[in-house]
Nanobody, 119 residues
Framework: QVQLVESGGDLVQAGGSLRLSCVAS????????ISWYHRAPGKQRELVAT???????NYGASVKGRFTISRDNAKNILYLQMSSLKPEDTSVYLC?????????????WGRGTQVTVSS
């Protein structure tokens, strides 16, 4: 059974930093890409960052240069280091894993962790 459990969200002032964690179980963590998304109130989920099995990374335009995604394959943990936070970063941040099956992609999501940035 796939489980993704996020933590680390908090209330922080603009310009501050946070580190989010996502503990994954039930997947072959080291062999798969895994991502962070965010879901702001009243908006669709948007990609924040993805890290591939080989450590290659991809970032959404709004976070490039401020956020860093990383992974610890020994502990099955995905991280998101967030710096220079802005009020518009306020959102629920979710961990995402996609299992590509013969029947198509199967998406797994954590419950999310709330990040609130005050101005």
């Amino acid at each position: 059974q796939v489980q993704l459990v996020e933590s680390g969200g908090d209330l922080v002032q603009a310009g501050g930093s946070l580190r989010l964690s996502c503990v994954a179980s039930g997947i072959d963590f080291s062999r798969n890409a895994i991502s962070w998304y965010h879901r702001a109130p009243g908006k669709q989920r948007e990609l924040v960052a993805t890290i591939g099995a080989g450590g290659d990374t991809n970032y959404g335009a709004s976070v490039k240069g401020r956020f860093t995604i990383s992974r610890d394959n020994a502990k099955n943990i995905l991280y998101l280091q967030m710096s220079s936070l802005k009020p518009e970063d306020t959102s629920v941040y979710l961990c995402n894993y996609v299992n590509w099956t013969r029947g198509g992609p199967v998406y797994y999501w954590g419950r999310g962790t709330q990040v609130t940035v005050s101005s």
